[in-house]
């Protein structure tokens, strides 16, 4: 997330506030109360923890006086006269969330009904119908106050309902858990991907777009009737001349499909100088509206892989607004100035031999681990990031395990599979897991920090590759990091029999060029069809499959498969596909070769991260003849030697 | 085990949705167009704060665009997302029973049957199930159907 690093500050400056607020509360209330933080450490979003300020302090006051009973109260109830709230945050799959947790009085459904329906808030109907999770969700509707009394501390009209409100309008959740006479739990959950960022507000054609600040350098206003101060053209190209500088012109009417004047025949032209990752361009706007501090509410997948949108916001007037992907949009408009790269700061590697003109970005989690270098994970394969207490973790013959979601987590330490040596001072109470999903089961592989994510073009360097459990190393240009594949550090760890796929997956690794890529059909190596929309996979796959004495030609999707099917009629001994592509998807593309007069008996071999059961049907379904997880190298190749062999089988038969 | 579902027309066919998958039904919204989204897509809704995707199931399900305004809205959550499918008018909430269940038969367009679970066989009328898991898939994977369909020819 480009919008997501700015401005990081712990959670505890808010929270630490509490101790003061319930001290104070004492005194009022007449109650014995003890606060408790954990977690102040976890870090949000400045703009975001401010917007929750006011929340928080509400709940924890609520708390107070309309949760913890009176020390007599709980004392003849066999309670402690000092009553708890406990204050817990953490980072929980891509959100923060916040527990505040009181063991006080909780909540009485009777109660919660009874005022409802005084207050009208239901009908009759309704409150026989309603469920328990309901019931209590009925202190967030408006106008609603338990109390009997409007106390000075948390009553005066200002209810639950503006909590859960504002928590809502930075797109966060409230969820409340409570048991009568126990004590009530209430969760925030606050997502990461979203910000409130300052924006430039633009128009083009009919549309409002919302460019993040971050992003602007300056704007410029063009009048092309002017001699010095105007928009030229370079072999057709629109540039201008930024003190001295070319600085490439993008119109955002022709990137979205507009039909539109173009710039030059405009009087006046609006540009607004934006900064991609490793080089500047001037998009050209209808006009500039105005400034405006949005939040980013995020995009459906399907939105997303336009490449054009991070995201969408909700304007003062109530309209909705996209927001502009500036690094997708320098991309889709392939605009590269590589003369300014190096002055700008660059946070992917720029490859400035490289000829390649779809820049692909990789998004990774970084973690520490027992090495002084930092270590990522492809973040499309992490499926969620959990915090366990280390007393919570249980043994079950030898491996570690904790209870996760009504099943048993396999936890699995990054640091012992790769052999780095434990330096015990680091044993901390709490173990930072990085959930992952390999064959439909979940598994925890134990890391020691977890730091943030990066999305970056770099590529990844597999020369050092050689230690199980590490795919290469990525040079960002300011440091290398340690690419870790958390497939083989779990299978190293918990050995699976491959019984996804009807091809055995035992046999030794095949030396390099030796294999079955020259064997079978005389001299002629293999030709194998790449299909995978990932720039990142396709070079990995690619190198382990070139390795072995492959040919390999690779496309990025479905679509551009079959016009390579088409241009080199179908001359390929095999096709390997990805399954989530763009356009056309692995599903999809194996059902077209199926269902194709001259291609359906080539052998097509599934590859994805997501292989569990259902996919794997799918997937046999749709005409895949062997479907294979993700990044296996000596499964992979042992597979392809098996389906070769098949098809061999098949045709002299 | 009977089941309620909240159904809707396009054109004369009748569709329906499990009743606790569907968050609201709304009359038409003020649709804010994506430039370069698929066909299908007709846009964003501000819904009390929260931003809906807005489909058209008939440009979903390939079916032809008819003059009829698309009046109506069914609000659902699809992998954390608010999707609004515009529909041409809303019918009653129905209960179905198991025993008026059938899968879906090969007559149906490949189109639309992709997206169907299936067919209750009520009175008077043939009710089709949309499965809201395919939608969310076919989604997510960003499919359009008009190029996959160009291989074959």
Redesign the interface.
Known sequence: GEMMKTRMQPIGNVLNKFHRVVRDLWQELRKNIAITISGAETELDKSLLEAIKDPLTHIVRNSCDHGVELPQVRKNSGKAEQGTIAIRSYHEGGQVVIEIADDGKGLNKDVLLQKALEKNLISKEQSAQMTEKEIFNLIFAPGFSTASQITNVSGRGVGMDVVRTNI??IGGTVDLLSQDGRGTTIRLKIPLTLAIVPALIVSC????FAIPQVKLAELVRVDQSSQENRIEYLQGAPVYRLRGKILPLIDLNSV???AHQDAAVRPITNIAVLNAETYSFGLIVDSIQDTADIVV???????K??H??SG?T?LGD?????ILDVQGIAKVARVRNEANAPEKTTVGATDQNSNHHRTEFQDFLLVHLQSPTKHAIILSYVHRLEEFKRSDIEISAKRRVVRYRGAILPLISANELLQYPQDPQSVKDTVSVVVVEKAGHLYGVEVDTILDTLSTTADTDTTLATENGIIGNLNTGQELIVVIDPFQIIEAAVPTRPKLTPVSGEKPLIAKATGPALTGAGLTPKRILLVEDMAFFRKLVTGVLEGAGYQVVSASD??EA?QILDSENGAFDLIISDI??????G??FAT??R??AKYKHLPMLALSSRADKSYLQQGLKAGFNSYLEKMQPPLLLNSIEDVLSLSLGGKSA | MNQQLTTFYIGKDLYGIEVMRVQEVTGSLNTIPVPLAPQFVKGLINLRGQIATSLGLRELFGLPAEQIKNDASVVCKLDGNLISLCVDSIGDVMEVQESQFETAPEIIPGGVKRFLKGIYKIDGALLSLIDLERLSLELSNNSDQKESKSINN
């Open positions: 809502e309008k054609g009919d549309g409002t979205l499909g507009h509410k995020p995009l459906s997948r399907l939105l892989s336009l054009v949108y969408a909700i109530g309209s909705v607004a996209l479905g679509l079959c989530e592509m763009p356009r056309m998807n599903f999809q077209a070769i269902a194709h």
